[in-house]
């Protein structure tokens, strides 16, 4: 493997360390655990693709069927789970993960890191780590693919609007699909009792659809646990099935595994044949699920329970319902209840509801996960997401998102009131899904993985065909109700594109004015601290007590902590920027917790709490904790060198403390590069009587509230518009003081604006 360009040294010298734990790093399961992750999946991520069998034939057929058009579904049904499905998705695409995820917008977020097509949020630079290949490390015309994406903005902006609308159609399909098989599975009991009502066909459908969403709080790794025996019982039935037809009917269907029978189907049927085509995309369905709920199991997990039940147990449902309608084929507007063998109808019907009930799962956990990508990636306001599971780092939930989800299942169902309805918008969206995902997963494997072009294109063009030519038939869906998806997933991804291009401007404009330490702070003639003539020169007073400056940044000086000198020309005796890292592991040992610096102010320090999801970081003895951290590393600073004009960022250089450890960590980047040294003129016994001294005092939290301003003169209409509706998002979205779990009168709020 080539050595990547990194940011590590960069990050060295601007802030505090980053460790190689930081970043985020993908799970590997092995052995049992990677079994029962497997089991886990097939009850999440089968029951929409797994609950085709019931209606993909009569979805395709609108009369009875011939042997040879029979035999052409058949074959067209075959080769797209097998081409579809298994090879592009299962085979190819679960291995264009970034860290673990998938998803279009995973699949960005890999591009992003291995090439300049993104800005980074800042927050983000201590846990994503950027691996772009060194040009030397590229073939030509790799690097010339590289170079296009990087330098041209209307590509940029092609594949950013790409990634959105694949997470987008998800999300909004995510409305869609629950909607459709539990409607669907209720509608199944017309084949007991014909007279039941409409409306009791709804309200059924709607109770258990809360049902369902209501559970979703006990995570994914019970909820999956749960559907997995449903699901499992399901797909050996219709393989039990598809067995049992083959052997008491015509077999010979089985030579529709030969492609000329899909072929000769389309060539014969033209039209007919290519519109019917939107019924057979029915048999994969949920595929867009195998790689967008990646994240909450792993790539070989997904290709375990894939592979070893799921893919063999529908080929013979579907191969085993065609040998019955070739017998009979009048049964082919109820395919799956008209080919159970004699006795087991009943027993079919309980557990088709119950597998129709469980398909939505798949879009349900599909939104969790390409939610979280989102808010992560900054594309989304910071919504309450809890992470359900220690041991799978990837399994989330989120609580406005599946209320949402409920409400809006719910209204559908009311409203399409009928699966008929409901179909026409179904499957757009999945068709859809993959064409996206086919032309990012092809520029993936030139920029990331490295292929040759020639290859890259030599596989491209059949999948890229393939998805064209069900695309096109779909889309004649769009008038009769597909239409519904498309408008929600075009808003989705309007709103998520103008909240990231609002939070592009704004870390411009905080980007701005950021000076480094010795810049704001100097040292009079009479040695007293004072701000630079360039702050106003002002001599700083010193007030009582310990002030903790909430870092969000993590580098540079914190912008609360320079208004706060700009605004009361004052410090406190003792202070401290402390910057919380969180990680996308659930908790963080006490070693490797805390990482303290020194800065080039005497009694100024940075303190860097590294914590993990399940971490209570911020509580009522914050204070407490931030003191004895500072006091331990105190301890250990005989040994280090004189600080440095480096240090002036506050950042760890040559001076940073693992506290819990009382370990020294030098930098040796950061020493050589020494432009003059400053004398440590305070001795370990007076910085320790000023800490202590200070704590007893007071303990002052200090956070800034950034307000920001939109300048008429540098936007125009069509800007000062879209940026006045994110800055009012903003304002209703942005988490409120009084959530901070620190005692509030100890807490002091410093405002500031920040023109746009």
């Known amino acids: 493997?080539?050595?990547?360009?990194?940011?590590?040294?960069?990050?060295?010298?601007?802030?505090?360390?980053?460790?190689?734990?930081?970043?985020?790093?993908?799970?590997?399961?092995?052995?049992?655990?990677?079994?029962?992750?497997?089991?886990?999946?097939?009850?999440v991520i089968y029951g929409d693709i797994g609950t085709s069998p019931l209606y993909v034939y009569s979805s395709t057929f609108t009369s009875e069927p011939n042997k040879t058009d029979l035999l052409g579904v058949l074959s067209l049904i075959i080769w797209s789970i097998t081409l579809i499905v298994t090879v592009k998705y299962v085979l190819i695409v679960l291995c264009a993960d970034d860290q673990g995820e998938g998803g279009t917008f995973a699949m960005y977020s890999l591009l992003a890191r291995y090439s300049n097509i993104s800005e980074?949020?800042?927050?983000?630079?201590?846990?994503?780590?950027?691996?772009?290949?060194?040009?030397?490390?590229?073939?030509?015309?790799?690097?010339?693919?590289?170079?296009?994406?990087?330098?041209?903005?209307?590509?940029?902006?092609?594949?950013?609007?790409?990634?959105?609308?694949?997470?987008?159609?998800?999300?909004?399909?995510?409305?869609?699909?629950?909607?459709?098989?539990?409607?669907?599975?209720?509608?199944g009991l017309k084949v007991v009792k014909p007279d039941i009502s409409n409306g009791t066909i709804i309200g059924v459908s709607c109770a258990i659809l809360v049902c369902l969403f209501l559970v979703q709080p006990f995570g994914i790794h019970r909820v999956g646990s749960a559907w997995a025996p449903i699901v499992v019982l399901w797909l050996v039935f219709n393989m039990a099935f598809g067995i049992y037809n083959l052997a008491h009917h015509d077999y010979t269907v089985l030579k529709a595994f030969s492609p000329y029978f899909a072929g000769h189907y389309l060539v014969t049927n033209k039209k007919d044949g290519w519109i019917s085509l939107g019924g057979i995309l029915l048999a994969f369905t949920g595929v867009e699920a195998l790689f967008a709920d990646l994240g909450a199991f792993s790539k070989k997990a997904i290709q375990i329970s894939w592979l070893g039940l799921a893919y063999p147990c529908l080929l013979l449902a579907y191969i085993g319902q065609a040998a019955y309608l070739a017998d009979d084929p009048s049964a082919y507007s109820n395919p799956f209840f008209q080919t159970v063998p004699p006795g087991m109808f009943y027993p079919s019907l309980v557990l088709s509801i119950l597998a129709a009930i469980v398909a939505s799962q798949a879009m349900i956990t599909s939104s969790f996960q390409l939610l979280s990508q989102v808010m992560n990636m900054s594309y989304f306001p910071q919504i309450k997401m809890i992470y359900?599971?220690?041991?799978?780092?990837?399994?989330?939930?989120?609580?406005?998102?599946?209320?949402?989800?409920?409400?809006?299942?719910?209204?559908?169902?009311?409203?399409?009131?009928?699966?008929?309805?409901?179909?026409?918008?179904?499957?757009?969206?999945?068709?859809l899904v993959t064409f996206i995902?086919?032309?990012?997963?092809?520029?993936?494997?030139?920029?990331?993985?490295?292929?040759?072009?020639?290859?890259?294109?030599?596989?491209?063009?059949?999948?890229?065909?393939?998805?064209?030519?069900?695309?096109?038939?779909?889309?004649?869906?769009?008038?009769?109700?597909?239409?519904?998806?498309?408008?929600?997933?075009?808003?989705?991804a309007t709103f998520f594109i103008l909240w990231r291009y609002g939070k592009e401007n704004q870390w411009r404009s905080e980007a701005k004015d950021r000076p480094r330490l010795h810049h704001l702070?100097?040292?009079?003639?009479?040695?007293?601290?004072?701000?630079?003539?360039?702050?106003?020169?002002?001599?700083?007073?010193?007030?009582?007590?310990?002030?903790?400056?909430?870092?969000?940044?993590?580098?540079?000086?914190?912008?609360?902590?320079?208004?706060?000198?700009?605004?009361?020309?004052?410090?406190?005796?003792?202070?401290?920027?402390l910057h919380l890292r969180a990680l996308s592991k659930p908790h963080v040992s006490e070693e490797d917790r805390y990482a303290v610096s020194r800065t080039t102010l005497v009694n100024c320090y940075r303190l860097t709490i590294r914590h993990g999801y399940n971490d209570r970081v911020i509580s009522a003895d914050l204070g407490e904790i931030v003191y004895t951290e500072l006091r331990r590393a105190i301890m250990a600073f005989p040994s280090l060198p004189a600080l440095s004009s480096s240090e002036s960022d506050g950042v760890a250089s040559s001076c940073a403390v693992s506290s819990s450890s009382s370990a020294v960590q030098s930098d040796a980047n950061s020493v050589s590069k020494l432009s003059f040294a400053i004398p440590n003129d305070a001795s370990v016994e007076r910085r320790i009587h000023k800490l202590d001294s200070a704590y007893k005092k007071q303990v002052v939290y200090i956070v800034g509230k950034e307000q920001l301003r939109l300048l008429a003169k540098k936007n125009n209409l069509f800007k000062r518009f879209v940026l006045y509706v994110f800055i009012w998002l903003r304002e209703n979205t942005r988490a409120k003081i009084s959530q901070m779990e620190v005692p509030i009168e100890k807490l002091v709020e410093v405002g500031f604006v920040k023109d746009m």
């Open 1 to 43: 493997m080539s050595k990547v360009r990194t940011k590590d040294v960069e990050f060295a010298e601007d802030g505090q360390e980053v460790r190689e734990d930081d970043y985020k790093k993908k799970q590997v399961f092995k052995g049992a655990t990677l079994f029962w992750l497997a089991y886990q999946s097939t009850g």
């Open 388 to 431: 359900t599971s220690d041991k799978f780092h990837g399994q989330v939930y989120i609580p406005l998102a599946n209320w949402l989800l409920m409400i809006g299942t719910v209204i559908v169902t009311a409203v399409y009131n009928n699966t008929t309805r409901l179909g026409h918008a179904y499957g757009v969206c999945v068709i």
């Open 120 to 187: 980074q949020d800042p927050k983000m630079k201590h846990t994503i780590k950027l691996e772009r290949y060194m040009s030397t490390d590229l073939k030509p015309s790799n690097r010339s693919v590289r170079n296009f994406l990087e330098r041209s903005s209307i590509a940029r902006v092609l594949l950013k609007v790409l990634a959105v609308l694949g997470v987008s159609l998800i999300l909004a399909d995510g409305i869609l699909t629950p909607a459709q098989s539990v409607l669907g599975a209720i509608q």
């Open 521 to 577: 702070v100097t040292k009079g003639t009479d040695g007293k601290h004072k701000l630079s003539d360039a702050f106003g020169g002002g001599e700083l007073t010193t007030i009582k007590g310990l002030g903790i400056f909430f870092d969000k940044a993590g580098e540079m000086v914190p912008m609360v902590y320079q208004e706060f000198l700009r605004k009361f020309e004052a410090q406190q005796e003792v202070h401290v920027f």
């Open 437 to 492: 995902t086919t032309n990012i997963v092809a520029i993936v494997a030139i920029v990331v993985w490295r292929l040759n072009w020639i290859l890259v294109i030599t596989i491209w063009l059949p999948f890229i065909l393939l998805d064209s030519v069900f695309l096109s038939s779909a889309l004649t869906k769009v008038p009769d109700g597909a239409w519904f998806t498309l408008l929600l997933a075009v808003l989705l």
